[in-house]
């Protein structure tokens, strides 16, 4: 794929002021030719999604505090994979990758999570995520976040994702549009749960509404079935019985 475009500017920074210059990390290099190739090759589209995780959030306070004494800590992160499993079950097209002319469609469940570090951000695997409780996936997340932050991830903890979320939850913001990692056909951007008045048809009442931003790639998924994933993840979180039927 040829793109005719003009050299990228060249310019003498010290003409203007003092600066500072300072060599990318190696995960940043990696990084930024990833996404340079996906967001190129990749015609992606966000869709905009709240969901009501009031009860969600009650639960985990609620079983946090039954397990206070074992250690065992849960996460919204851990509900949101479990969740995403749900959804990619009943929409398999998202669970699938690109290849030629093929739609590869998975029968495992493997999430990735984007972590944060110092020299960057990197995209460990909870694999079989399907195959385990939403505990687990806490107690998992949280042992690989710690390796990610270590710097000890080895490769196999960042292969065979079929589906990324990427959450700002902790730091702020109220929707962004995440780039799908290829050969991956979707990703989940969350951001931070905030207390907003809800109509229920006799008055406001407040209730904790958590944004869901789902990148996806259009070649593979249209917007009908992108705003029914996410409308169906939405259901699951605001009732998350639904994981089990």
Known sequence: MGLDLLPWPKVDFTKFGPIETKPLSR????????????????????????????????FRVQLNKENEKSGAKLTMLAFLIKACVKALQKFPEFNASLDGDNLVLKKYFHIAFAADTPNGLVVPVIKNADQKSV???AQETGELAK????????????????????????IGGTSFSPIVNAPEVAILGVCRSTMEPVWNGKEFVPRLMLPLSLTWDHRVIDGAAAARFNAHLA???????????
């Open 27 to 58: 995960i940043k290099k990696i990084s930024a030719q990833n996404l340079s190739r996906n967001w190129v090759m990749i015609p992606a589209v966000t869709y905009h999604e709240d969901a009501d995780i009031t009860d969600l959030e009650a």
């Open 135 to 137: 505990f687990e996936i």
């Open 147 to 170: 390796k990610a932050r270590d710097g000890k991830l080895s490769p196999a903890d960042m292969q065979g994702a079929c589906f990324t979320i990427s959450s700002v939850g902790g």
């Open 235 to 245: 259901n699951i979180l605001a009732d998350f019985r639904r994981v089990l039927l």
